[in-house]
């Protein structure tokens, strides 16, 4: 921070600083020490930066749940519930592991194509032949699926996707400029750059009442969209009967699956370039030292 300045711009040196302050202490956070901890109003703040984090990541199965348990929470915090205290209180107590690891066993035994029937079947299926969770995780051998060179071709993948939520909305952050008056940073205290790309002059950030209108307004956006999205499912009256969203989110897993068996497949490519090379240069010398 020293090295670059208050007020810098850079989108390499942002997405750093976002990364470090902001992304990798959410996810680990989130449960082994807010949740675990019982922190509740810290857990609702993280709750929604998660759900910023699903949004411009586009990740459609995750960018509805965050919102539909804030909405719950202003809810009862609105009518005077007593769940919400309670939540509040025993926060901790409130875990749906089994319901999370169901439906993590269900989502890996059928496919997008099933109907309900058949994924219930699967999940009374499931239920009925559960085995101890010592054994599963002690005698069972495990073998993860991927390989170094696949890995790296699956970080390059998510590149396009990691920059700040200022460069998402509709006016990107002005490189070396203010975002409300369009003039340029003069000294390093003569502004501040907010955490998502945007910056402004002080007296500037004074006439907008310190509040981005741009991530607020694309915020407010990806907000309205998703609960519009998520209402329309809840009202589906024929269960069988796929929504557009659903189609949509089965369409983006099955591109998501084939980009990364062809990105594994290019990696397998490379590895075989990289081989046949060896295997080359080797040959060459071993036919030098053969002349000699």
């Known amino acids: 921070m020293e090295k670059f ?42 709750i929604f930066r998660i759900w910023t984090f699903a949004l411009r990541w586009k990740r459609k199965n995750y960018n509805k749940a965050p919102l539909a348990f804030l909405s719950d929470i202003f809810y009862w915090e609105q009518n005077n519930h007593p769940i919400k205290e309670a939540i509040k209180l025993f926060l901790v107590n409130f875990n749906d592991y089994w319901i999370e690891n169901i439906h993590s066993r269900i989502r890996a035994s059928t496919i997008c194509k099933d109907n309900t029937n058949n994924i219930q079947k699967q ?17 069972n051998t495990k073998h ?39 003039k340029l940073f003069e000294q390093d205290s003569d502004g501040t750059i907010l955490i ?3 910056g402004y002059h002080w007296n ?17 956006e990806g ?19 796929l ?18 068996n062809n990105l594994i497949k290019d990696s397998e490519n490379i590895e075989i370039n990289e081989k046949e090379k060896i295997e080359l240069d080797l040959q060459n010398a071993i036919s030098k030292i053969n002349m000699w």
């Not at 500037?204 to 407010?220: A, R, T």
């Open 5 to 46: 300045g208050a007020l810098c711009k850079f989108t390499e040196y942002k997405a750093i600083i976002d990364l470090l302050d902001n992304i990798i202490l959410v996810v680990l956070d989130i449960y082994a020490v807010l949740f675990r901890s019982g922190s509740f109003d810290e857990y609702l703040e993280t």
């Open 123 to 139: 999940a009374y299926l499931l239920d009925a032949n559960k085995h101890s969770a010592f054994k599963e995780a002690f005698m």
């Open 144 to 182: 993860y699926p991927y390989s170094p060179s696949e890995l790296d071709f699956l970080t390059n993948k998510t590149y396009e996707k990691v920059l700040l939520a200022g460069y998402h909305t509709t006016y990107p952050p002005i490189f070396n400029s203010c975002d409300h008056c369009y």
């Open 196 to 198: 998502y790309g945007h």
């Open 204 to 220: 500037c950030y004074n006439q907008i009442e310190f509040k981005c209108k741009h991530c607020i307004n694309y915020f407010k």
């Open 223 to 241: 907000i309205w969209n998703n609960i519009t999205a998520f209402v329309k499912r809840l009202e589906v009256e024929d269960k069988d009967k």
């Open 243 to 260: 929504t557009k969203e659903d189609l949509e989110d089965d369409e983006d897993d099955e591109n998501e699956d084939d980009d990364t």
